[in-house]
């Protein structure tokens, strides 16, 4: 599924899109450059299931949980890690494998560690600053 996201007013029916798209996915990888809007999406998809929780970029605390009625919400940002093994010692497998959501940032830093299915959420910024946004269940 492609989606075409011409303003941040756009992102709480794309979030809604997305959820029901990838309903029986619970691990959800977001790739694309710094700035393409990661954080900004996994916030409208937190809201979308129904979290009142702040949701901020954990680049420092690496995980991040959210509460929803549904369940937890695991948000992660690999972007500082510097080796795997930082995952590992985390504790990352609890977590990807909670049946919770997990929205991961910055999957490129885990690449062996990547569980066998989720949904690809590739987003790329076009030249008019609109998003578009890619969604692949694997
Ligand atoms: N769909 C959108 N349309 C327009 N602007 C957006 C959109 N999504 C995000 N932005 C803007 O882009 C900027 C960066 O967004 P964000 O922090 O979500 O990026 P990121 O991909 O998480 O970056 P990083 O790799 O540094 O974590 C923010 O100022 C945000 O307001
Ligand atoms: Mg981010």
Redesign the pocket.
Known sequence: MQLI?P??SN?PNAAKAIIEHAANSRIFLFY?D????????IKELCKGLGTTDTVT?PTFSIVNEYHTTKGKIYHF?F?RLKDQTEALDMGYEEYFYDGAYCFI??PEKIPDLLPQHYSNIN?KVLDD???QIDIEII
């Open positions: 996201i303003s941040i992102l694309g710094m700035g393409a809007g990661k954080t900004t999406l970029s940002d972007y940032e910055w987003l600053g609109a998003r």
